[in-house]
């Protein structure tokens, strides 16, 4: 396997030859993902890729990410370690009007007749694997307990309800 990861890439002549990739590749040159994450300190994620065509004749790119990342708890705002460790299969097709042509077990990557750009690819397939809301699991989250929000604290005794007297009025 090669070692040393591509910029940009032909993925029609990565799939003739049967292209094997094996590298890692710097959290400092993908912006996007640099936005989500709570340190901009010098992260590698570990890529393997592979590119061919399946018995059906659907040439695709399949690949492995693995690294970490911190992330703030969308809880209690404190910084929480989060794994990446996913695989993906992208069926590399010319246009949209091919992608309804693909196999379900491929997610579409259209290229058109551009070369790509791997560290965006990686970029994406993380972006996508990341939780909606990263929070700690519930044991281990320093904030407070779930169901203890502002609900509760509405409901204390002497608290004064502003609207309260709204429940008395006569319409």
Do not use: N
């Not at 990263?134 to 609900?151: D, M, N, S, V, Y």
């Amino acid at each position: 396997m090669q070692q040393r990861l591509p910029e940009r890439f032909d993925p029609v002549a990565m799939v003739r030859a049967g292209r094997e990739f094996s590298g890692r590749l710097a959290l400092a040159g993908m912006p996007r993902l640099l936005e989500r994450v709570r340190t901009d300190r010098a992260g590698e994620f570990e890529v393997d890729l592979r590119f061919g065509t399946s018995d059906a004749g659907t040439d695709y790119v399949s690949g492995h990410i693995r690294g970490s990342l911190e992330l703030t708890c969308e809880r209690c705002l404190e910084a929480m370690s989060h794994e990446v460790d996913i695989g993906f299969q992208l069926a590399l097709v010319e246009s949209e009007a091919l992608v309804e042509r693909i196999p379900e077990e491929f997610e579409p990557l259209v290229y058109g007749d551009e070369q790509l750009a791997l560290k965006e690819l990686i970029e994406d397939e993380i972006l996508l694997s990341l939780p909606m809301f990263a929070r700690h699991e519930a044991e281990k989250c320093p904030g407070p307990p779930l169901g203890q929000g502002e609900e509760q604290e509405a409901e204390e005794p002497g608290k004064r309800q502003p609207f309260a007297v709204l429940k008395d009025l006569k319409i």
